[in-house]
């Protein structure tokens, strides 16, 4: 029988593991024995793999090591790209749409392990992620706003400017449920 364990219940599992193996040094059993993991979705960036992979490469998206991605999707989404904004030259980021591209199409989460950890705040750019960063619309300004971010206005915001709820102040930092 073939046990699948699905890539957002991977962290909960490498954690819950590793906090039950540290209460027990005695216990030589491996929780993850005999187990199969398969890559479920990529979602190194929200909405990218949304936006910029058609229907029929989900899959194959997904599967595709990170280091593999750029050299077999960027030109995939920069014709997505130039196809949500035709007049696209550069980004805020002063990114050309190959360039751009091929940042997307490698759909990993950046860390900084110093300085700054923000998704893009004007000067720091993709060096992680706060829960308090707004992707969606800093994805936005980099697809539609043009060198400067001023193009196409109505285009790059989503109009949320903050969670519905507070997040705590305390691990694991998100808000509480409704």
């Given at each position: 029988?073939?046990?699948?364990?699905r890539?957002?219940?991977?962290?909960?599992?490498?954690f819950?593991?590793?906090?039950?193996?540290s209460c027990?040094?005695?216990?030589?059993t491996n929780?993850?024995?005999?187990?199969?993991?398969?890559?479920?979705?990529?979602?190194?960036?929200?909405a990218?793999?949304?936006?910029?992979?058609?229907?029929a490469?989900?899959?194959?998206?997904?599967?595709?090591?990170?280091?593999?991605?750029?050299?077999?999707?960027?030109?995939?989404?920069?014709?997505?790209?130039?196809?949500?904004?035709?007049?696209?030259?550069?980004n805020?980021?002063?990114?050309d749409?190959?360039?751009?591209s091929?940042?997307?199409?490698?759909?990993v989460?950046?860390?900084?392990?110093?300085?700054?950890?923000?998704?893009?705040?004007?000067?720091?750019v993709l060096?992680?992620?706060?829960?308090?960063?707004?992707?969606?619309?800093?994805?936005?300004?980099l697809?539609?706003?043009?060198?400067?971010?001023?193009?196409?206005?109505?285009?790059t915001?989503d109009?949320?400017?903050?969670?519905?709820?507070?997040?705590?102040?305390?691990?694991?930092y998100?808000?509480?449920?409704?």
């Open positions: 029988m073939k046990n699948i364990i890539a957002g219940s991977l962290l909960f599992i490498a819950s593991a590793s906090f039950l193996t027990d040094k005695d216990d030589d929780p993850f024995e005999g187990l199969t993991y398969q890559q479920e979705d990529q979602m190194g960036r929200p990218i793999n949304t936006v910029f992979v058609a229907t490469d989900k899959d194959d998206f997904n599967e595709t090591t990170p280091s593999a991605m750029s050299g077999k999707y960027a030109t995939k989404f920069q014709n997505q790209l130039m196809a949500l904004n035709a007049g696209y030259t550069t805020a980021l002063g990114m749409a190959a360039t751009f091929g940042a997307l199409a490698t759909d989460l950046n860390v900084a392990t110093s300085g700054t950890t923000t998704f893009f705040d004007g000067i720091n060096t992680g992620r706060t829960l308090a960063d707004d992707v969606i619309s800093t994805e936005l300004l697809i539609f706003g043009g060198p400067d971010g001023s193009a196409n206005p109505n285009l915001d109009n949320v400017d903050a969670n519905d709820k507070a997040f705590s102040n305390t691990f694991p998100l808000a509480s449920p409704h």
